[in-house]
T-cell receptor
Framework: QKEVEQNSGPLSVPEGAIASLNCTYS??????FFWYRQYSGKSPELIMFIYSNGDKEDGRFTAQLNKASQYVSLLIRDSQPSDSATYLC??????????FGTGTRLLVSP | SAVISQKPSRDICQRGTSLTIQCQVD?????MFWYRQQPGQSLTLIATANQGSEATYESGFVIDKFPISRPNLTFSTLTVSNMSPEDSSIYLC????????????FGPGTRLTVL
């Protein structure tokens, strides 16, 4: 069983719509969760992190965490073509180790 | 966040040779890590680079294949030894930084192709 699971996509949304990216994890003891954006040929860029159940908003991005369901999501409001990238969910396991999902490819069409 | 640089940015190497990748950070950081991203796949942690002591390797990675040095709090190297085509990957260093030292930030990566 994979520790962090994501739908590989692609997830296609029109410009201006809300993109919803989902991630499930297996380690119930995990406390920290991260979303990275990776453009093709580039390294991952940290977008958001969340530690507590509920929602955390930063600009157009909202991270949602439900520890009981072992579920993390990322909402991108007013999606732009420049948001087209692969979004990686990462879960901290143990002291500092990050375990990554395989990523969801997002395509935002003009 | 810390500014991270890696050298080389890319290289093409012959089977059986070794390549050393450098990671330089513009400020002192406690934790440094080395990851691998194989073509079309996600990131896998190779090891944690410990300052002044031996690196801590993840399951499936060994020191003889991936020796790591970390002589100080701003610099680390990863060597990929006795390379085979299966070692063709992007190698990334990362550091913990930010207000809570919980966030990990990645360098630009080294794209390695082994022929």
């Amino acid at each position: 069983q994979k520790e962090v699971e994501q739908n590989s996509g692609p997830l296609s949304v029109p410009e201006g719509a809300i993109a919803s990216l989902n991630c499930t994890y297996s380690d119930r003891g995990s406390q920290s969760f991260f979303w990275y954006r990776q453009y093709s040929g580039k390294s991952p860029e940290l977008i958001m992190f969340i530690y507590s159940n509920g929602d955390k908003e930063d600009g157009r991005f909202t991270a949602q965490l439900n520890k009981a369901s072992q579920y993390v999501s990322l909402l991108i409001r007013d999606s732009q073509p420049s948001d087209s990238a692969t979004y990686l969910c990462a879960v901290k396991v143990g002291f500092q180790k990050l375990v990554f999902g395989t990523g969801t490819r997002l395509l935002v069409s003009p | 966040s810390a500014v991270i640089s890696q050298k080389p940015s890319r290289d093409i190497c012959q089977r059986g040779t070794s390549l050393t990748i450098q990671c330089q950070v513009d400020s002192q950081v406690t934790m440094m890590f080395w990851y691998r991203q194989q073509p079309g796949q996600s990131l896998t942690l190779i090891a944690t680079a410990n300052q002044g002591s031996e690196a801590t390797y993840e399951s499936g990675f060994v020191i003889d294949k991936f020796p790591i040095s970390r002589p100080n709090l701003t610099f680390s190297t990863l060597t990929v030894s006795n390379m085979s085509p299966e070692d063709s990957s992007i190698y990334l260093c990362s550091v913990t930084s930010g207000p809570t030292y919980n966030e990990q930030f990645f360098g630009p990566g080294t794209r390695l192709t082994v022929l």
